[in-house]
């Protein structure tokens, strides 16, 4: 069993930034890859980054490449998402995963077993 848990989110204004972490427990934090997914009122969950066990691969959505980077620390079991000049349109809730299949891609939310709880992130106009 893995337990994610997010924080770092928060309210800011377009253009600020925030850097979210994820916190894992359990399972050997390191074997896994990682990803970031968002839910914004109404829509369904929505890819954002991910990144391998190694971290040595990174994959973002189109929406957020080149203001997102994911990163990870296995020594300290965490995994972050620095979010650089935020839009009103990435106001959502932010979600950590860790991927347990590789039948599809990597931006599939099938692909992840093991959710965290979810920080809210709300970019004001």
């Known amino acids: 069993q893995v337990r994610l848990v997010e924080s770092g989110g928060g309210l800011v204004q377009a253009g600020g930034s925030l850097r979210l972490s994820c916190a894992a427990s359990g399972r050997t934090f390191s074997s896994y890859d990682m990803g970031w997914f968002r839910q914004a009122p109404g829509k369904g969950r929505e890819f954002v980054a991910a990144?391998?066990?190694?971290?040595?691969?990174?994959y973002y959505a189109d929406s957020v490449k080149g203001r997102f980077t994911i990163s990870r620390d296995n020594a300290k079991n965490t995994v972050y998402l620095q979010m650089n000049s935020l839009k009103p349109e990435d106001t959502a809730v932010y979600y950590c995963?860790?991927?347990?299949?590789?039948?599809?891609?990597?931006?599939?939310?099938?692909?992840?077993?093991?959710w965290g709880q979810g920080t809210q992130v709300t970019v004001s106009s």
């Open positions: 995963a860790v991927r347990t299949s590789f039948v599809g891609y990597y931006s599939d939310y099938e692909e992840y077993a093991y």
């Open positions: 990144i391998s066990w190694r971290a040595g691969s990174t």
